[in-house]
């Protein structure tokens, strides 16, 4: 890769992912007195971020279809006589060594993966349109592994730097060299914060609800006056892929692959829409950190937070994992693309081990490069994004942070 491409791609963009679905190649160059936006389909660099309000309220809407958008869901239900799931067989493979500290041994095996419709999916629009691109369900195999029980924590990550001095994309400074046509005020180093509009807004445009904020960084949350005092326990944010990648390299782990992670979400049940069943709250219960009220501007916190949680705040699934859905979203080491499913359902058979295409490709987002990343986030809501079903797939440009992604990291083991 050439350094300039290298260097490009460590400077967080202001390119912004929507709450998931859609991460529309917008490139926001705030220029001297004017404000100019810039539309780019590619993977190029993109000039340093700055969102006064004044040019907040001139975003155009996107170019590009907004898949999170409502109405128009496309999905269709599956017909009938589809293959659809089959039972998960776990392996009796047990591993011969200790369980590392914080870490559950998954057995792997072989199950159904993807997601199909919704529990309601005769009124569930949104519900519908979050399982397209995990469609087919497809036979798949992982061998099996540890995995951290938890979302990486503040504490964790603290550790980490502490011991590495790592920076964080978030907090490195674009360079001018890269943004030539940028003004010196806009390479300011921060990453991308949900602000809750104070009136509703309508779905189809995610600057509504998505701001670029200096100095906003894993210690800083919100921004430079928020910080993690008290938030030891909470999941870590503002972690691009490669940051995700660094914590797990140096902790002796690495990142889930796609099929690990929804294999470790089931907790050994077959085809549920939940990663603790069939119903999003059995008895009432809310049972993960997501959104309740009305998307984006009013978020009443039934389930107890508005934002992040304690990792371990809510019911552990099947595997003894928490967090599995809600909370933040959590990378995954395959590339993204839409028809990777299909792919594999072509191919028939049992995809084994399978570790993502070779490439990533958006057909929402033409040239972004993105990661799957899995789980949904505490903005999950049925109005907007019900990605708290396990089987979903999320999707997030590379070198991009926010406050509601974070990570786990998985390991693999001898085993007999
Ligand atoms: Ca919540
Ligand atoms: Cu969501």
Known sequence: MPKANKAAKQVRSARYKTHHLVLLALLVIAIAGAAIWKISSTNAAVAAPVLPSSVKSAVKAPPEPTPNAMPAPTAMPMASGTVAFAPTIPNKTMPTEKAPSGMVWISGGEFSMGAQNPPDMEHDHVGMKATEDSRPIHRVY???????????????????????????????????????????????????????????????????????????????????????KGKENYPVVHVSYDDAQAYAKWAGKRLPTEAEWEFAARGGLTGKPFVWGDTFQPDGKYMANTFQGHFPDKNTDDDGFAATSPVTKFPPNGYGL???????????????????????????????????????????????????????????????????????????????????????????????
């Open 142 to 228: 992982v061998d099996g592994f540890w995995m951290d029980k938890t979302d990486v924590t503040n504490a964790e990550f603290a550790r980490f730097v502490a011991a590495t001095h790592y920076i964080t994309q978030s907090e490195r400074t674009p360079k001018a060299e890269d943004f030539p046509d940028a003004p010196p005020e806009n390479l300011v180093a921060g990453s991308v914060v949900f602000s809750a509009p104070d009136h509703p807004v309508s779905l189809n445009d995610h600057f509504q609800w998505w701001t670029y904020v200096k100095g906003a960084d894993w210690r800083h949350p919100t921004g430079p006056g928020s910080d993690i």
């Open 322 to 416: 928490y967090d599995m859905a809600g909370n933040v979203w959590q990378w995954t080491s395959d590339w993204y693309r839409a028809d990777y499913y299909s792919q594999l359902a072509s191919e028939g058979g049992v995809a084994r081990n399978p570790t993502g295409p070779d490439s990533s490709f958006d057909p929402e987002e033409r040239g972004v490069q993105k990661h799957s990343m899995r789980g949904g986030s505490y903005l999950c809501t049925d109005q907007y994004c019900s990605r708290y079903m396990v089987g979903t797939r999320g999707k997030g440009e590379t070198t991009t942070g926010t406050n509601h992604l974070g990570f786990r990291c998985v390991k693999s083991a001898p085993q007999t």
